[in-house]
């Protein structure tokens, strides 16, 4: 068994980055990232610091754009649009909105060259397709680059993801497909979630109930990543995996805190370089 955590794959990359946007700097280019956050969340606010740490650390640049939480649809998506015309690189919005607000509209409004969080459906389409141009929500991303760092085999493996929602379980399943492993969804009516889980080699939970795949769910061996973030009364995290129960049992499982969660920022800020590169005609990809 193997505890496998976030903070190599995100060291690895933001050294990765912090190479290109040296390399950029000495061309006067310096990749900017513009945070649109609505109203004071404590999540928002605490993934913000996490971003804001991660950019410095790749040298790239941020300005914020703090907007209060009853902000009409028409101001917010003025808001957006001037973002957008800006001279940013890449946009991240904090989901999701307060109600007033439809997201659905505002996620087709962000433009998908800013696209950096992989919420516009023109985005979703290319993942679709396969068209490496887009952009792909970073945590499900954050998700694969954990699978590469490790050197953990995808290939005609049977991979379970626990969830379908548009930022995590959705985008991780065709990743995992587009790596050739044989992938089933489950969902809130999944029957028998237990025997589907127990069968796979790798398990991907995104579901955001806490602790609740537990030894007898999983197989021998197999690579349990939590993506899950869940806060118990006194204020302790905790992930969708019992980390207690399955860690003798699985070949490699992601703590939370600490595992798939901290390689997000990195995954944002290689995105951001992404489009700064492409809007800057340069077209090596990372
Ligand atoms: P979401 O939109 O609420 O989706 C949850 C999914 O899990 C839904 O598809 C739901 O099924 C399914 N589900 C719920 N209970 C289930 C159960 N008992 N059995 C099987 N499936 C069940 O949540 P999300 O935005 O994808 O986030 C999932 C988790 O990831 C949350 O804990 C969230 O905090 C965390 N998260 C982590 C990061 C990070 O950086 N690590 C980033 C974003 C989110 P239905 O579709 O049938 O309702």
Redesign the pocket.
């Given at each position: 068994m193997a505890v496998i955590k976030g903070k190599p794959v995100a060291d690895s990359i933001t050294a990765a980055i912090r190479e290109k946007t040296e390399e950029l700097k000495n061309n006067g280019i310096v990749p900017l990232l513009t945070i649109v956050r609505v109203g004071e969340r404590g999540?928002d606010i605490a993934?913000e610091r996490a971003a804001l740490k991660r950019m410095e650390m790749c040298g790239i640049a941020v300005s914020k754009v703090e907007l209060p939480a009853d902000i009409t649809q028409a101001d917010f998506e003025k808001e957006l649009v001037a973002a957008n015309e800006s001279d940013c690189d890449g946009i991240l919005l904090f989901m999701p909105l307060p109600d007033q607000l439809d997201e659905s509209r505002i996620r087709k409004t962000i433009s998908p060259e800013k696209d950096v969080d992989g919420v516009n459906p023109v985005n979703s389409a290319k993942l679709y397709e396969g068209d490496k141009t887009g952009f792909v929500?970073?945590?499900a991303q954050?998700v694969i680059e954990m699978i590469e760092h490790y050197g953990i085999e995808t290939e005609g493996k049977k991979a379970v993801v626990?969830?379908?929602?548009?930022?995590?379980?959705r985008p991780v399943s065709i990743m995992l497909t587009d790596k050739n492993a044989t992938v089933t969804v489950?969902?809130?009516?999944?029957k028998e979630?237990e025997n589907v889980t127990a069968a796979a080699d790798i398990v991907v939970?995104?579901?955001?109930?806490s602790k609740?795949v537990k030894a007898d769910w999983i197989k021998k061996g197999a690579a349990l990543f939590d993506?899950?973030?869940?806060v118990d009364e006194d204020g302790n995290m905790t992930?969708?995996i019992d980390f207690e129960s399955c860690e003798q049992k699985a070949g490699y499982i992601t703590p939370?805190p600490a595992?798939?969660?901290?390689?997000?920022t990195s995954v944002l800020a290689k995105q951001v370089l992404k489009a700064c590169m492409l809007r800057h005609g340069i077209q090596e990809v990372l």
């Open positions: 999540d993934y929500p970073c945590t954050a626990l969830g379908r929602s548009l930022v995590i379980g489950c969902h809130s009516r999944t979630i939970a995104a579901m955001g109930r609740i993506v899950g973030i869940n992930g969708d939370v595992g798939v969660g901290g390689v997000t």
